[in-house]
């Protein structure tokens, strides 16, 4: 798996390939349903499948100072990228230039003599170029001026609504993971770099992994049962507490992992936290005491939702 830029050129291996092209934050079904189209017709027509994905999202450039609201990281899209069956990962850096580009000059441009594209595989309501004004009618049309063969996969639905990274962060808000994992065929996930805390869990019987939240999507705050995976491959089963830890002062916004009979030095490391399912809100506890029993609580009702002894 390559990760590539239009900045460094594309390797003359990847010339002629399929693209699969959008934002694909998140990676849910109808992302995958647009990739797995571009690897199918790449695997025919034995070509190399790239998918293409944007950084910074453009709405954090229209929009400097918006909320976090990312569902991957690029690290994390390339993995899944690379999982799907795609030869490379394309990233556009998104800047004022892209952002001032026609429609027409992008699919001319970038699509046929940058990358060499032969053809591209888009969702049906994928819109680009300068103002939005590109679609999948516009792409096709222009695309086949260059020998780049368009097409457009149909949405996925789920519970007769369009999946979308919208409707995936609504889920997540809500503290709904059931749905988020149904929409993303995966748990939610946090990757970042365990730092060093204030001590506090391991005082209390509950060694915990503290990481950064960055500009992850804020799933709703609260007690999680959840998959850790570190960064030598292994996963091991935890509860974790994700939020601004109310009952200690001052609030400090972290996701804090606890591994269910893992004993071991985390500190630097990179670890991702897949949240599989919602426990119970945070809450501020009157003392020590209280807040230790319920997080004894939490601890078997993970180790209940987890299906672990």
Avoid: C, W
């Avoid at 010339?15 to 998140?26: P, Q, R």
């Avoid at 230790?292 to 672990?308: C, G, P, S, Y």
């Amino acid at each position: 798996m390559q990760r590539v830029t239009l900045a460094g050129g594309i390797p003359e291996a990847l010339k002629g390939s399929i693209v699969a092209l959008g934002n694909f934050d998140g990676f849910h079904l109808g992302h995958q349903a647009v990739v797995s189209r571009a690897i199918a017709r790449a695997f025919h027509e034995r070509r190399p499948a790239i998918v293409a994905t944007f950084n910074p999202h453009p709405v954090e450039f229209f929009k400097p100072g918006v909320p976090p609201f990312r569902l991957t990281t690029l690290d994390q899209r390339e993995a899944l990228f690379a999982h799907a069956g795609a030869d490379a990962m394309l990233v556009f850096e998104f800047g004022a230039a892209l952002a001032a580009m026609d429609a027409e000059e992008f699919v001319a441009d970038a699509l046929a003599r940058q990358i060499g594209a032969a053809g591209v595989v888009t969702g049906d309501d994928f819109s680009f170029g300068k103002g939005r004004r590109g679609d999948v009618t516009l792409l096709a049309r222009v695309g086949a001026e260059y020998g780049v063969i368009a097409e457009a996969v149909a949405q996925v639905v789920l519970d007769d609504e369009r999946i979308s990274s919208g409707r995936v962060r609504e889920a997540l808000v809500a503290g709904d993971t059931g749905m988020a994992t149904r929409m993303l065929t995966r748990d939610f996930a946090i990757e970042g770099v365990v730092q060093r805390g204030d001590a506090r869990g391991r005082d209390l019987g509950y060694p915990t992994a503290n990481i950064a939240l960055g500009d992850y999507q804020r799933p709703k705050y609260g007690i999680y049962a959840v998959r850790v995976t570190l960064d030598d491959g292994s996963e091991h089963p935890g509860v974790a507490s994700l939020g601004v830890r109310p009952t200690f002062e001052p609030p400090q916004e972290l996701l804090e992992a606890y591994l269910f009979g893992f004993d071991g030095d985390l500190y630097g490391r990179r670890i991702e936290v897949a949240l599989h399912a919602y426990i119970r809100e945070e809450r501020k506890f009157e003392s020590v005491e209280a807040l230790v029993a319920h997080m004894r609580e939490d601890e078997a009702m993970a180790r209940k939702l987890l299906a672990i002894a």
